[in-house]
């Protein structure tokens, strides 16, 4: 008989949804906080949960042999300090729909010119000047993984040249083409957009950087719904204020709740949309331990297992 707990602010939605699935030889208890946590949970085997509600308790939790995060970010399992005595795996392949919606309603936004339009409806002004479109474009993907692949497949439907830098990996047919390591300026040349969807890890941190950003033509947009500390947000603030590019949408920051005081609110050409873009639905979550946990009583191999040292 395996334990769970669900560590979570919706775990009470959480517990009925996997009640709902009847998973055998599985006793489920909840917690809202930490303190709940440590009353009801300590003994617990197998947690379901955020990782910013379970890590103030990871090092209490002797039995703990899977932890499942309800995010694809781990970062707060990752401090060295921290045991890794058990297997941690996050949340993947439910993102890329929502993130792609995200970025695409952005992009076609940007093409379209719906502010522009909208101010000239407010000064009732006609507008009837030209817009542009996606065809023919070409948007450079910072990391291809499973939300990139969907990214660049919804690029290709707009008919656009799609290009990839990761790691190692050519997995997605639909990027024409990959650069790895030294060729990230150069394949940052000449884009459209850039989007970043990069992990928090010590090779991707200030990934975007003055250098990268003084190689982009001036009409390009970059986004990030990756992580915020992929982005030299100095370098980002000059480039944004100097035009050397035309604008940026940024979901994600250094830190969050981003500071009343920090110069990113009044930068100019920049849309900030506060983490909203592809919330932790617990429909999707559920579908991935209960896929998981029937790995579990295998004995199976996880999906999405996090490599402690890589970060992701």
Known sequence: MAKLLILSGHADKYRRLLETAELPELEIVTATNATEAEAVGL???????????????????KNLRWAQSMYAGVEQ???PSLRRDYVLTNARGVFGDLMSEYVFGYLLNH????????????????????TGMLRGKTIGLLGVGSIGAVIAKIAKHFGMTVRGYTR????????????????????????????????????????????LLDVLPTRAIFINVGRGGAVDESALIHALESKQIAGA??????QEPLP?????????NLLLTFHTSAPSLPEDIVRIFIENYQRYLRGDELKYRVDFERGY
């Open 168 to 211: 190692s990996s050519e997995d997605c047919s639909d990027v024409d083409v990959y650069y790895h390591g030294s060729d990230l300026l150069e394949f940052a040349k000449d884009l459209d957009y850039l989007v970043s969807v990069l992990p928090n890890t010590s090779e991707t941190r200030r990934i975007v950087d003055a250098s």
């Open 77 to 79: 399992f990752l401090d």
């Open 249 to 254: 949408v940024l979901d994600v920051f250094d």
């Open 111 to 130: 093409e379209r010119r719906v502010f522009e339009r909208y101010r000239a409806q407010q000064e009732r002004r006609w507008d009837s000047s030209a």
């Open 43 to 61: 003994d617990c085997d197998v947690v379901l949960g955020e990782p910013k509600l379970v890590q103030p308790i990871l090092m209490k939790l």
């Open 260 to 268: 009343k005081e920090h110069p990113f609110w009044t930068t100019p």
